[in-house]
């Protein structure tokens, strides 16, 4: 069987992840940290926007190829995924700005938990009947 939609989103979130730790590597290298965070409040805050999507992110892409793989229809395998993007984007953004935006980083976990959700739901009920 061969994937068509949880391939897209594995790469575009794969490039947001690059993106975040891009951020920490570049903060790093500007003032000298090599490791911790030296008790750097911009550069915990950039550390802890990377450890969130990596936390939140894989379980989500399983959950995707999971519901791929029991064949879903293709327009809930995108609403699915398009949640788990925006909702990660959201919330990388809101958490890494400054001030932080916290409705974007609320509404970037309502996206994401309401993806995990779904798709937990979905595959239940498919392997139930």
Request: glycine fraction near 8%.
């Amino acid at each position: 069987m061969s994937l068509f939609v949880t391939p897209i989103y594995a790469a575009l979130l794969i490039l947001l992840f690059l993106v975040l730790s891009w951020r920490v590597i570049m903060y790093r290298r500007a003032n000298l940290i090599s490791l911790g965070d030296n008790d750097d409040k911009n550069l915990r805050k950039r550390m802890r926007a990377q450890a969130n999507f990596v936390e939140y992110t894989p379980i989500g892409l399983i959950l995707l190829l999971l519901v791929e793989l029991q064949g879903a229809p293709t327009i809930a395998l995108h609403l699915l995924g398009l949640s788990l993007l925006l909702g990660r984007v959201l919330h990388a953004y809101g958490f890494a700005s400054t001030p932080q935006k916290i409705l974007l980083r609320q509404g970037g976990m309502v996206l994401t938990l309401a993806m995990l959700l779904l798709g937990a739901l979905g595959l239940l009920a498919h392997a139930l009947i």
